[in-house]
Nanobody, 125 residues
Framework: VQLQASGGGPVQAGGSLRLSCLFS????????MGWFRQAPGNEREFVAA????????SYADSVKGRFTISRDNAKNTVYLQMNSLKPEDTAVYYC???????????????????WGQGTQVTVSS
């Protein structure tokens, strides 16, 4: 499995970005997908996750109502739409894939088997 995240960049506070994660090597619909982020000096933190069919989603409280995770299994791509961005959203964003079950653990980094290389998001005030 390979994951390639893209779509990051500089943006002003209040703006929007859409991150994409291109999945290859296996069938995307077999995997739970997640987005995590890591800011300098901070630990990696959970952002959002989506179930195999796209019906079930979960979000960190800090992004709830502003970010939306979605997936297009036919295009082998997972998205993270980020609106109303804040300077504290500045981080490297990583997509991750899990073949495990037990979706209640999808907020945990250890739940995931594969990680992308990350894409930088920088929000200026």
């Amino acid at each position: 499995v390979q994951l390639q995240a893209s779509g990051g960049g500089p943006v002003q506070a209040g703006g929007s970005l859409r991150l994409s994660c291109l999945f290859s090597g296996r069938t995307l619909s077999s995997y739970v997908m997640g987005w995590f982020r890591q800011a300098p000096g901070n630990e990696r933190e959970f952002v959002a996750a989506i179930g195999r069919s796209g019906v079930s989603t979960s979000y960190a409280d800090s992004v709830k109502g502003r970010f939306t995770i979605s997936r297009d299994n036919a295009k082998n791509t997972v998205y993270l739409q980020m609106n109303s961005l804040k300077p504290e959203d500045t981080a490297v964003y990583y997509c991750a894939a899990s073949a495990r079950f037990g979706g209640s653990k999808a907020t945990m980094g250890d739940y995931y088997d594969y990680w992308g290389q990350g894409t930088q998001v920088t929000v200026s005030s």
